[in-house]
């Protein structure tokens, strides 16, 4: 039987079988408890089958470094990074496949930045697919990698191991890359595209590759490309 009856002081308790409401509680808490504790050693051995992850290193950061010549700048391939060092150096490092590395002065998967020739008047560097165009100091324009479609400068379709100067002009200014074409500005504020042209890329109008620098426009008024 279970129902409700008064205390000697006056309040009222709730009664089944002849036990109180804290016994019931008390008496259906004993197995949850039961319960609990397996769980508790099983999540405890659980845990201990379970290899731990390393701690990761901490990372900290160290005073400024002291202006180099150049601004340095790091750039990316399909899976080559390249990067411009203060000192006006370039340095590649990555690859997975021989015919993506092309970027890579000694082609083989490296974890390690790879020094791109030995001159040090390097200013500006972009990456396209599986190929780098580079400013010197002195407006000279270069490029190396994977040469697919004009790019590089070149008919053929090869690898060119390190940078090599495109051109014999010396007034480039500003160079920006797609997948496989070039734009660059002169120092005259003119326009110039080549390479892969298939969708018109280049914008001279036709869909025909380019393998040297073709001049967009007669303007001579262009600020930034990108």
Avoid: Y
Wanted: proline residues 6%; charged residues 20%; contains cysteine.
């Amino acid at each position: 039987t279970h129902g409700f009856r008064e205390t000697p002081d006056g309040r009222c308790k709730f009664v089944s079988a002849g036990l109180e409401s804290r016994e019931i509680v008390a008496w259906l808490m004993k197995p949850l408890m039961k319960w609990l504790v397996v769980l508790v050693v099983l999540g405890g051995v659980v845990a201990l089958l379970i290899p731990k992850r390393p701690r990761a290193e901490r990372f900290s950061v160290g005073p400024p470094l002291p202006a180099g010549k150049v601004r340095p700048q790091l750039v990316s391939a399909w899976d080559v990074a390249v990067l411009l060092a203060p000192d006006g150096s370039l340095w590649a490092w990555g690859g997975s496949e021989f015919w993506k590395m092309a970027l890579l002065q000694n082609p083989t998967v490296t974890p390690r930045p790879q020094r791109i020739g030995a001159d040090s008047d390097w200013v500006k560097i972009r990456a396209g697919f599986m190929f780098a165009l580079a400013l010197k100091a002195d407006g000279s324009l270069w490029g190396w990698g994977w040469n697919s479609s004009g790019q590089l400068c070149t008919t053929a379709t090869n690898r060119i191991a390190k940078p090599a100067q495109l051109n014999t002009e010396t007034d480039w200014l500003e160079i920006s890359v797609g997948a496989a074409h070039c734009l660059a500005l002169k120092k005259d504020s003119s326009l110039w595209a080549w390479g892969q042209n298939d969708r018109g890329q280049i914008g001279d109008g036709t869909k025909r590759n380019k393998s040297a620098p073709t001049l967009i426009s007669s303007q001579r008024d262009w600020k930034a490309i990108s």
